[in-house]
């Protein structure tokens, strides 16, 4: 995946960022962009940002899966945390694609 041509592409298309979804494999585009295995359990968000370092939201259970992706990884382990993580993700962003 290259994350440069992704977020001068954002850039040009003036949107703050690209946010991907999952929950058991179903987006098989953000399962198959970042080299997951096709059997996921649990939920995650992954977002590239128009510029800087692409952040991920992640099952504490499926953590070690996600060791190959690029960019920072927070994991988590209740529902409360994640939507406080994908608040703190998505914080200043007007307008974003969104993959799910």
């Known amino acids: 995946m290259n994350i440069q041509a992704i ?3 954002l850039r040009e298309h003036e949107l703050d960022g690209w ?9 098989t585009v953000a399962v198959d962009m970042l080299g ?5 359990t649990r939920r ?18 499926e953590k070690a ?10 994991p988590f382990s209740s529902y409360k945390m994640l939507e406080e993580g ?7 962003a007007k307008r974003i694609a969104m993959e799910y």
């Open 19 to 27: 946010l991907m979804a999952d929950f058991h494999s179903r987006n």
């Open 44 to 61: 995650f968000f992954y977002y590239i940002p128009a510029n800087g370092e692409p952040l991920g939201l992640v099952h504490n259970i």
């Open 65 to 74: 899966k996600f060791s190959h992706v690029p960019g920072r990884l927070t």
């Open 7 to 9: 977020q001068t592409y």
């Open 36 to 40: 997951l295995p096709s059997h996921l």
């Open 86 to 92: 994908i608040a703190k993700m998505l914080s200043g």
